[in-house]
C-alpha cells in the first residue's frame, strides 16, 4: 500500500517513484508523487487516462513527451498539463536523470498501479520495455482500465478479447494485483 515517503523503482525501466501523497492522505483527491527517470529511459506505450488529468512539474532535468502525436522537450521549471484521454508517453532521452513532480487528479487507485507494474518488473516478469504477458496485462487493463489504458487495440477490441482472455488468465495463474505488491 502507497504511503507518503514510500519509493518504489523500477528495475527494468530506471524509473523511481516516490509517494508525496496518496490517495488516502488526500481522500482520493489528489495522487502526488516525485518521479525520477534515468538517463536514456525507453518511451513507455502510448496511454490515455479516461477520468483523471495529470500535471507535471521538471524540477531537474530534461523530460522529453509526446502528447497528440507531437514530441517536445520540458526542462526544469517547465509544467504539462494532460487532460483526460490525452493520448501521451513520457522518457528521459538525456545524458543525465530527469526528477519530475506529478499531480494525478483524482487519485483513484493509480497507486496500485504503480506498485503492480513495477513488482512484477522486479520480479522479472516483464519484457524489457517493461510489459507483462498477454494475460497479465489482460487482466491488469480490466482491473484498471479506469486509470490506464493502452491505445493499441482499440478500447472496443480490448473489451473483447480481454474478456475471452480472462479465465484463461486466472487459470494460468495471473492475478490482476498481488498483495505482496501492495504492501
Do not use: C
Not at 521549471?77 to 522518457?91: E, F, I, K, R
Request: hydrophobic share 40%; proline share 6%; glycine share 6%.
Amino acid at each position: 500500500m502507497a504511503y507518503a515517503n514510500k519509493t518504489i523503482a523500477n528495475k527494468v525501466t530506471g524509473q523511481t517513484i516516490r509517494f508525496l501523497q496518496t490517495a488516502k492522505d488526500t481522500n482520493g483527491q489528489l495522487l502526488e508523487m516525485e518521479s525520477t527517470y534515468a538517463a536514456h529511459s525507453t518511451e513507455p506505450a502510448p496511454h490515455y487516462h479516461p477520468h483523471q488529468v495529470e500535471d507535471f512539474r521538471v524540477v531537474s532535468g530534461e523530460l522529453t513527451v509526446r502528447v497528440g502525436g507531437q514530441v517536445k522537450t520540458l526542462r526544469a521549471g517547465d509544467t504539462l498539463h494532460v487532460p483526460q484521454n490525452a493520448v501521451h508517453s513520457m522518457w528521459n532521452q538525456s545524458e543525465k536523470p530527469v526528477v519530475v513532480n506529478w499531480h494525478v487528479t483524482p487519485a483513484l487507485d493509480t497507486e496500485y498501479f504503480f506498485e503492480t507494474a513495477t513488482g512484477l518488473a522486479n520480479d522479472g516478469k516483464v519484457n524489457e520495455k517493461g510489459m507483462p504477458p498477454m494475460l497479465q496485462l489482460v487482466l491488469m487493463a480490466n482491473r484498471f482500465s479506469d486509470v490506464f489504458r493502452l491505445t493499441k487495440p482499440g478500447l472496443v477490441v480490448q473489451k473483447i478479447v480481454f474478456t475471452l482472455l480472462t479465465p484463461f488468465a486466472y487459470l494460468a495463474g495471473y492475478r490482476p494485483t498481488y498483495r505482496k505488491y501492495l504492501d
